[in-house]
């Protein structure tokens, strides 16, 4: 049969279907498929509009709550656990983000499966074949499943983010990206570690909450410590009022008192409740604020003991 003769037949075939045939051939599984296309697209639109606004209303929320947080200690606080920044709404984000993917290949898996069931196609061997695939795939990538898992609750619960030092048992630093499936860190010394969600047991953050600066201060046994520690009270509360370190302290830096005595010194003690990470700093400051004061007021540090005198 040549080409021509198929053409011809084919016209033929054409020429004797009506348009009332057209309409009722897609009145059945064409109109079926269309429609099942449809809803299935204005579904996922509905589902990602309501999505974003569930993101906005959370945030604009969150914003709000933010804004009325009394005192300094707990808007200090709120800053340093991510609170008052913008980790809470990447984090808001980032699980959105998830929803919509999943949203996403839910619908078109299910529309997928209704037009070749609509089509004639026998789902069946399909699904037996999917089923198998699905379990040889589940147990070759249970590692994969767990740090995906694993990565999704830590985002959720934000155990931690970019900035915060860390101790994931094995590797101690600051986190420079999370994702799903990996947490990347560098420690002190620069080494970049990539340590699996799926492997972390435990994790140490250093970062969120506060921290306690300790401070011993000693002092020349001969002084009077009804002069000290008034002193020391005056320099701490001064320091308190001081405009830049407001964002550091929690709180006014308590002098609790005498630590330890020996021979020679007494030791006073000062704790003070800082935001995250800001201990050192903390305590630096206190001690070059202490000892200008003692300088000024004449008091005396310990007695320098001289080299191999101790033994004698």
Known sequence: MTMSTVMEKVLQTLSQVTPEDVWEWFLGEPLMVVVTILAAVVLRLVL??????????????????????????????????????????????????????????????????????????????LLASAGVGGVALGFGAQSLVKDFLSGIFMILEDQYGVGD????????????????????????????????????????????????????????????????????????????????WKSMLLEEPQVVGVESMTGSAVTVRILAKTAAEQQYGVSREIRERVKAAFDEAGIQGPPVVPFGAAGH
């Open 48 to 125: 990602l509009r309501s999505i974003s606004r569930v993101v906005d209303v959370t945030i604009a929320k969150h914003d709000a709550r933010r804004n009325q947080q009394p005192g300094r200690a707990s808007r200090v606080l709120a800053h340093a656990t991510g609170v008052a920044n913008e980790r809470h709404k990447q984090r808001t984000l980032t699980m959105a983000s998830l929803l919509r993917s999943i949203i996403t290949f839910t619908i078109a898996l299910v529309t997928t499966l209704t037009v070749m069931a609509i089509v004639g196609i026998p789902l069946g061997p």
């Open 165 to 244: 030092i860390i101790d994931t048992g094995e590797a101690i630093g600051t986190v420079e990206e999370v994702s799903l499936r990996v947490t990347r860190l560098r420690d002190p010394s620069g080494v970049v570690w990539y340590v699996r969600n799926g492997e972390i047991i435990r994790i140490g953050n250093k970062s969120q909450g506060w921290s306690t600066a300790i401070v011993d201060i000693p002092v020349s046994y001969a002084e009077n410590l009804e002069k000290v520690i008034p002193l020391i009270k005056s320099v701490v509360h001064q320091m308190d009022q001081a405009e830049e």
